[in-house]
């Protein structure tokens, strides 16, 4: 299988640098062609900016307008359509970042920002005429998974852990990107306590991800639920009869 | 007082420059004092690298230990001293932006990132030997808000909307990085179907940012748990008699 391997460490010589080394190992042995988006390296851009969509720079600059003219015309910056055209090829995204501020570093939110534009990850009308998103979109048939490593105790961010339970914290990621685009979104692979690991912790979390990742196309991934399923009413509300008294983003896995 | 004002959008011209400039109107109109970071405007750099330091480039990079020592030697770059600067003197921080992709666009997330170093933001040790955080950072007595945009409707992030709860969807910035650092946080002000006001729903807009600035000094902020309230067992847990039964992010309002 394809899978694009999106990096987001400044430093290779890091945790996440040997993690992301032994995960493609795995990967390669296990017979998958792995293509990789190390944004440092490639000196990624993560500002969107008119000149992204050959858009005048004097004229008003609505983006998600902009962005999904570019993608008709063919007048997406260069850059964009590399990374679009491996996202095309790809079976399966991994996205490993270290957890800065219970989100992704600013370079990879930005190639998020500047690769799923409209029309590509997003915003196709379906023949019902709605958009088409939420376990419909372009990415479907695809899996997600995230890998990410924080200073702190697993504890922390377990269901009632101080910083806010990770699959809560990670909604935003898994459903309002992953799911949001098509793809079906497997449970996080965290690496928690990073920055006081001995060998033998660097080792249980080498072997862990490689345990992860001989699964990665056969584990279940979690059950949201799809916009097109009459899951939700005119205005987009979850009904009343899913989840009954429910309410927060976890009404939204089935 | 002092407010500083983050604005995240690269189009002034746009919906979010427009409010931008209502509000730094009646802000100076009711006596405030303004501070701007017009982060697009700026050019603002949102890539935390080893340069940001003054850390050697050829030795391994620990983010925090280089960006605390960095503060503590006053080598950290410049432009990151300048916005800090900006922060010490704000009674309040406005963080606007356009919600893209359920958070923040690359540039503000590259601000938190860079600005909110290990020992500015957080990660003093406490008398008792903690770290500082949660309700008891740096940034203690300051408040904060988020004032963002989004082209859905307000139904799509209702407590039960298909793009999850805005209040749970803000989480990571509201709780892990305003809260975290100990800023009072202030329910949001969200503008939603952004992408097709009327000229009375832009004065709707207009008008209700403008009350909502009017008691931004006086708006009781939204109840999280203090870290060192004794809410938090010794592996950062909520006690079990604090919202019991409960789980997800929403056990930390209190």
Chains 1, 2 share one sequence.
């Not at 007048?75 to 790809?90: F, M, Y």
């Not at 490993?96 to 989100?103: A, G």
């Not at 898994?174 to 799911?179: A, D, E, L, P, S």
């Not at 979390?205 to 399923?229: C, E, H, K, M, N």
């Amino acid at each position: 299988m394809n899978i694009l391997w999106v990096f987001a460490h400044p430093d290779t010589r890091s945790l996440n640098g040997a993690l992301r080394d032994a995960a493609l190992a795995e990967l390669g042995k296990a017979g998958h062609r792995v293509e990789q988006s190390d944004l440092y390296r490639m000196n990624w851009n993560p500002v969107v900016r008119a000149d992204d969509y050959g858009h005048d720079p004097t004229g008003r600059l609505h983006v998600a307008t902009a962005s999904s003219t570019a993608l008709r015309r063919g007048s997406l910056a260069e850059d964009i359509v590399t990374e679009q055209a491996k996202l095309r090829r790809a079976d399966a995204v991994v996205l490993q970042f270290p957890l800065w501020w219970f989100s992704m570093p600013a370079i990879l939110k930005g190639w998020v920002d500047r690769v799923f534009v409209e029309g590509f990850g997003y915003g196709i009308r379906s023949e019902g005429g709605s958009t088409r998103r939420y376990g419909d979109g372009l990415m479907s048939g695809k899996r997600a998974l995230v890998v990410t490593s924080m200073g702190g105790s697993e504890y922390t961010v377990s269901t009632r852990g101080i910083n806010g339970s990770l699959e809560e914290l990670l909604f935003p990621i898994h459903h309002g990107i992953f799911w949001y685009t098509g793809m079906s979104v497997l449970p996080p692979v965290l690496v928690a306590s990073a920055d006081r690991m001995t060998p033998k912790d660097y080792r249980a979390a080498v072997d862990g991800l490689a345990d992860r990742l001989s699964t990665l196309f056969t584990d279940s991934p979690i059950a949201y639920r799809s916009q097109s399923g009459g899951n939700y009413d005119e205005n987009f509300v979850l009904r009343s009869d899913l989840a009954p008294d429910e309410f927060g983003v976890r009404v939204h896995v089935g």
